[in-house]
């Protein structure tokens, strides 16, 4: 059994999947156990983890963490409450990792979350280009290529971000995001206005860059197959309306990637 652990900014997803002889490729994984916490609750994980027999049959452990030193720490403190004798992996970008390749100027300077993100995206969906959007406390727009090149990508901050730089209370963000009408982004009222921009901001940014893929793919291939938009996150369903094509939502991204890395790795 394989325990799997995203670690992102906000909350820590994690995810308990049978190592096999080969994943289906093309297919989304079928996880055993998957739950988050929010980085106050970090303390509970082993509970979490203790709760389930499976974690008796766990035998070795991939993370991804974006969240700083402090956060692999309590990670550690968590884990060798239950997993001391478990080898632990935590996932760092790379040149090239599970059939992607990595184009960054610097390999190792992009984010571990995109990367297996773009592993994830490119193991999924292997025929085409793709465009991975993953739109939480930060917003992330990365191109994948159907050669299974990490083309590179964009950063943004998340939708609740934007609200926040405004000055503005979004505890209704959710509400107020609901009632933007696509064909009418105007609004008469502040909130909505500044929701209606921060909206804008982000599906501009995430069409802007389809468009590119789009022409980047017709560019470099006979084959007129569109490039597939991947998008995720807590603010997916809020941006999803406004982009004006169609998209796919697809969670839990960085576990699929940690897992085809998993399940690829000699260790």
């Known amino acids: 059994m394989l325990l799997l652990i995203d670690a992102g900014n906000t909350r820590v997803k994690w995810a308990m999947h049978p190592r096999q002889p080969a994943l289906a490729r093309q297919t989304a994984p079928q996880w055993s156990q998957l739950a988050s916490v929010a980085h106050a609750d970090i303390a509970?994980?082993?509970a979490d983890w203790q709760s389930t027999a499976l974690h008796k049959q766990v035998s070795a452990i991939w993370i991804s963490n974006v969240a700083g030193v402090a956060m692999r720490?309590?990670?550690?403190?968590?884990?060798?409450?239950?997993?001391?004798?478990?080898?632990v992996h935590w996932f760092q970008s790379q040149a090239r990792c599970a059939g992607v390749i990595n184009q960054y100027r610097q390999p190792t300077q992009l984010g571990c979350d995109r990367f297996a993100s773009a592993i994830g995206a490119h193991f999924l969906y292997p025929d085409s280009g793709k465009l991975v959007a993953t739109c939480?406390?930060?917003?992330?727009?990365?191109?994948?290529?159907?050669?299974?090149?990490?083309a590179g990508g964009m950063i943004l901050p998340g939708l609740k971000?934007?609200?926040e730089s405004?000055?503005?209370?979004?505890?209704?963000?959710?509400?107020?995001?609901?009632?933007?009408?696509?064909?009418?982004?105007?609004?008469?009222n502040t909130d909505q206005a500044i929701v209606s921009g921060c909206i804008h901001a982000q599906a501009g940014a995430i069409r802007m860059a389809y468009e590119a893929l789009?022409?980047?793919?017709?560019?470099?291939?006979?084959?007129?197959?569109?490039?597939?938009?991947?998008?995720?996150?807590?603010?997916?369903?809020?941006?999803?309306?406004?982009?004006?094509?169609?998209?796919?939502?697809?969670?839990?991204?960085?576990?699929?990637?940690?897992?085809?890395?998993?399940?690829?790795?000699?260790?």
């Open 161 to 163: 971000l934007m609200a």
């Open 136 to 150: 939480g406390t930060a917003t992330t727009v990365d191109a994948v290529t159907k050669a299974g090149e990490f």
């Open 44 to 46: 509970q994980l082993s």
């Open 73 to 87: 720490e309590h990670l550690l403190t968590q884990l060798q409450s239950l997993f001391a004798d478990v080898t």
């Open 166 to 188: 405004l000055a503005r209370n979004t505890a209704q963000l959710p509400q107020v995001a609901e009632s933007i009408g696509v064909s009418q982004p105007f609004a008469d």
């Open 214 to 267: 789009q022409a980047r793919d017709k560019a470099s291939t006979d084959m007129q197959s569109a490039p597939v938009c991947l998008i995720s996150g807590g603010a997916a369903p809020y941006l999803t309306p406004h982009l004006g094509f169609s998209a796919l939502h697809v969670p839990n991204l960085v576990l699929t990637g940690l897992l085809v890395v998993a399940q690829s790795s000699p260790h």
